[in-house]
């Protein structure tokens, strides 16, 4: 069945280094990847799309690629701050059925 | 505001006892779904609905129903509760081709 993986083990970064997170997936061919931010008791909110033909995809400080050949998208947040502590989680799918990492704790310290 | 609401955000009941998670959105979106989210198992889908009348199970719709009958509106039906749907829910939409979803507060089930 089509999986998605992400580094289950929080990922702690000093404050203005750039913060990379991974996201694998198997037994899929997504046309797009999406990222989210969920902070603890929240919603997630969502923050770039990635499509297939797309190599890299910016906003702002955040950077998102993929790589269909390895299987994976990678998100960036470069000048890290504190504030940019939350889980962030991958998804492929988006019109129909959605599938969701579990989720990378990312805490920035100051 | 554009929002996904959601009532209750608390729920604590016991086993057997009918229950509804309602979910309302005021944006015109035609996509809606159902998550549960549970430590070490992340985000997922309980159910989906691309538009009003058509509704299609994600990956864990046993003990779930739901019904769209308006387009804002996409309740959470559990029939039957067990403990083992003791987590947080959560609603979201989004407009047709645009695939970002946006997510409501959450519902903290807990079945005893």
């Known amino acids: 069945s089509q999986k998605i993986e992400q580094n289950s083990e929080a990922l702690n970064i000093q404050e203005g280094k750039t913060a990379t997170l991974t996201c694998n997936y198997t037994n899929y061919s997504p046309a797009y990847l999406q990222w989210y931010r969920q902070d603890p008791g929240r919603g997630p909110v969502f923050l770039l799309l990635?499509?297939?033909?797309?190599k890299e995809k910016r906003k702002e400080r955040l950077k998102v690629t993929f790589d269909t050949t390895l299987k994976q998208s990678l998100f960036h947040i470069t000048a890290s701050q504190p504030a940019d502590s939350a889980t962030y989680l991958c998804a492929f799918g988006g019109y129909q059925k959605v599938t969701f990492g579990t989720g990378t704790k990312l805490q920035v310290i100051p | 505001e554009a929002q996904v609401t959601q009532n209750p955000r608390y729920l604590i009941t016991v086993t057997g006892k009918k229950l509804t998670v309602t979910c309302s959105q005021n944006m015109n979106h035609e996509y809606m779904s159902w998550y549960r989210q549970d430590p070490g198992l992340g985000l997922r889908q309980i159910y989906y609905?691309?538009?009003?009348?058509?509704?299609d199970k994600g990956d864990v719709p046993e003990g779930y129903k739901v019904s769209r009958k308006e387009k804002r509106n996409f309740p959470l039906i559990l029939e039957s509760p067990s403990p083992n749907q003791t987590s947080l829910y959560f609603c979201?939409?989004?407009?047709?081709?645009?695939?970002?979803?946006?997510f409501g507060p959450g519902t903290r089930l807990t079945v005893t």
């Open positions: 609905s691309m538009n009003v009348e058509v509704t």
């Open positions: 990635i499509r297939e033909n797309e």
């Open positions: 979201a939409s989004s407009h047709r081709g645009l695939y970002e979803q946006y």
